[in-house]
């Protein structure tokens, strides 16, 4: 069942979320080094065992950058919509159609088959997007995990800064579904949560013991 009505950054939206692996996170899931997995996905089962046992959501730190890109989110919505033409619609939590544990809450859903991804960067980041003219890397995993949990078959990108010339403010790259990536996506999130079902079990049975 999807939170969908949930406005994204509430405490409602907040606890629809608590334990589950979400869109924006999936970097930090699917990180790994030559060694094997990396720092951010320990981290994160840390998080959400933590979440799982509790119900309470892990405290978020909000930086000043997050803050900006925050409050500047809707005239980047604004800014996207007369670009593209198109109404946006937002959403709040929307979980994977057979992962239950699992989620993603796009910036917005786009006619019937798309989605867009919003972001309100600083300006070096938003230039150097601008002159490298594609999706930065960071973000693909998430977006493709959007796409797996709305059943869209496309993305945008949009970087928005306010601060630059007006015809240098909105950058827009589509990224297209990438159903094997996914694929490869959905058996790493199912992976990553039998491993923490066992762990949370390892857990109880060492308090029991």
């Known amino acids: 069942?999807?939170?969908?009505?949930?406005?994204?950054?509430?405490?409602?939206?907040?606890?629809?979320?608590?334990g589950k692996?979400?869109?924006s996170?999936?970097?930090?899931?699917m990180a790994k080094t030559k060694s094997g997995w990396g720092a951010s996905r320990v981290n994160y089962m840390a998080e959400l065992i933590a979440e799982k046992l509790t119900g309470i959501p892990a405290d978020s730190y909000t930086s000043a950058a997050m803050q900006w890109g925050n409050d500047t989110e809707p005239m980047a919505r604004s800014a996207y919509q007369f670009y593209a033409d198109t109404d946006v619609l937002e959403v709040g939590f929307i979980q994977h159609g057979f992962i239950s544990e699992s989620g993603a809450s796009p910036d917005?859903?786009?006619?019937?088959?798309?989605?867009?991804?919003?972001?309100?960067p600083n300006t070096a980041t938003h230039i150097e997007t601008l002159l490298g003219g594609?999706?930065?890397?960071?973000?693909?995993?998430q977006m493709q995990w959007q796409m797996a949990c709305t059943n869209r078959i496309w993305c945008d990108f949009a970087s928005f800064d306010p601060r630059m010339p007006e015809s240098m403010r909105l950058f827009v790259r589509?990224?297209?579904r990438d159903s094997e990536g996914i694929k490869q996506i959905e058996q790493a999130v199912t992976e990553f949560l039998?491993?923490?079902e066992a762990t949370i079990a390892r857990?109880?049975?060492?308090?029991?013991?």
Request: net charge neutral; proline share 2%.
């Open 108 to 120: 917005g859903l786009v006619g019937t088959a798309g989605l867009v991804e919003l972001k309100c």
């Open 194 to 196: 039998e491993e923490r």
């Open 203 to 209: 857990l109880q049975m060492r308090l029991m013991g």
């Open 134 to 141: 594609n999706v930065p890397n960071k973000y693909v995993l």
């Open 25 to 29: 996170r999936i970097g930090d899931l």
């Open 1 to 18: 069942m999807s939170d969908d009505n949930l406005v994204q950054g509430s405490i409602e939206w907040r606890l629809a979320r608590c």
């Open 21 to 23: 692996v979400t869109a």
């Open 174 to 176: 589509r990224l297209e």
